[in-house]
């Protein structure tokens, strides 16, 4: 079982931002920017491709969401990234042009600031 099904169960605790039949959307716990958010089909697959299309559909419908929702709350353009090389499970990280974005770099925040985050996120 992948660390994304576990979150999905509720068997790992995680900062939801929303949940729906086929798909699940978390904050990323080593945030690229502010709300970095993951959005895995509840379906375990390894890659975006090996979803059947209803699933896929499912699956972007929700990034489209969080997208707009992203755009809403922080006022800067939402960006896409498909990696995929430390879980196998898919997934789409959804983040945003914010200032303080450096390549390679995660920021560091506090429990409680990832709490207002999603808080503020969540749909
Ligand atoms: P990748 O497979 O390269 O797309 O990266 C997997 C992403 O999952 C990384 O950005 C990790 O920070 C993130 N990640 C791994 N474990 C957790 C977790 N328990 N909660 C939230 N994000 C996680």
Known sequence: MTIFEKIINGEIPCYKIYEDEKTF???DINPETTG?????????????YDLKDED?????????KVMQRME???GSRALLKV??????HA??????????WEYGKSLTLS?????????????
Do not use: C, N, W
């Open 25 to 27: 959307a978390f904050l």
């Open 36 to 48: 970095h958010t993951l959005v895995v089909p509840k379906t375990p697959v390894d890659k975006l």
């Open 56 to 64: 896929y559909l499912a699956l972007f419908t929700t990034v489209k």
């Open 72 to 74: 809403t709350v922080f």
């Open 83 to 88: 990696v995929g090389t430390d879980v196998p």
């Open 91 to 100: 997934h789409v990280h959804v983040t945003h042009l914010d200032p303080s």
């Open 111 to 123: 429990p409680e600031e990832m709490q207002s985050i999603a808080d503020r996120l969540k749909f």
